[in-house]
């Protein structure tokens, strides 16, 4: 395989972290503008919202697993750790580090934002007293 290759996929990651640093200005943005009383932010929260319920749900495995793979590696034929899918890429060596820890940092945030939009957004209880929660009870093993 050819660097270009390599270039791309590190390219991917940067925007993933991007759309992941823009999603978090706006919850910032809007937390701002709610603690200094200010309304005048109505197209925030409708970008909020959208995000979070695709972040929650179609981009959440996508997401995560692109996180994780860049620091995936495996042992090649001369006992070198080397990327799993670019295998001329050795690991844990030069610009893969940093590559590795923003991918980890990213993941970890990526995580925890999607847990507290998971528990505002869905509702764990058999019978919820919210009618605007959604319903997770699939979810849930039935006793």
């Known amino acids: 395989?050819?660097?270009?290759?390599?270039?791309?996929?590190?390219?991917?990651?940067?925007?993933?972290?991007?759309?992941?640093?823009?999603?978090?200005?706006?919850?910032?943005?809007?937390?701002?503008?709610?603690?200094?009383?200010?309304y005048s932010f109505a197209w925030a929260v409708p970008?909020?919202?959208?995000?979070?319920?695709?972040?929650?749900?179609?981009?959440?495995?996508?997401?995560?697993?692109?996180?994780v793979s860049i620091s995936?590696?495996?042992?090649?034929?001369?006992e070198m750790m080397v990327h799993y899918i670019y295998t001329e890429i050795e690991c844990w060596t030069g610009v893969h580090v940093i590559h590795a820890a923003f991918a980890i940092i990213g993941s970890i945030v990526f995580v925890i934002?999607?847990?507290?939009?998971?528990?505002?957004?869905?509702e764990y209880k058999d019978s919820p007293n919210d009618s605007t929660a959604r319903f997770a009870q699939y979810f849930l093993k039935r006793k």
């Open 72 to 78: 995936a590696c495996v042992k090649d034929e001369r």
């Open 47 to 67: 970008i909020f919202r959208y995000f979070s319920i695709l972040f929650i749900t179609i981009f959440f495995i996508p997401f995560l697993n692109y996180f």
């Open 1 to 38: 395989m050819d660097d270009t290759n390599w270039n791309l996929y590190i390219v991917v990651l940067y925007i993933l972290l991007f759309v992941l640093g823009i999603f978090m200005m706006n919850i910032a943005y809007i937390g701002f503008n709610i603690s200094r009383k200010r």
């Open 113 to 122: 934002i999607t847990g507290i939009l998971s528990l505002m957004y869905y």
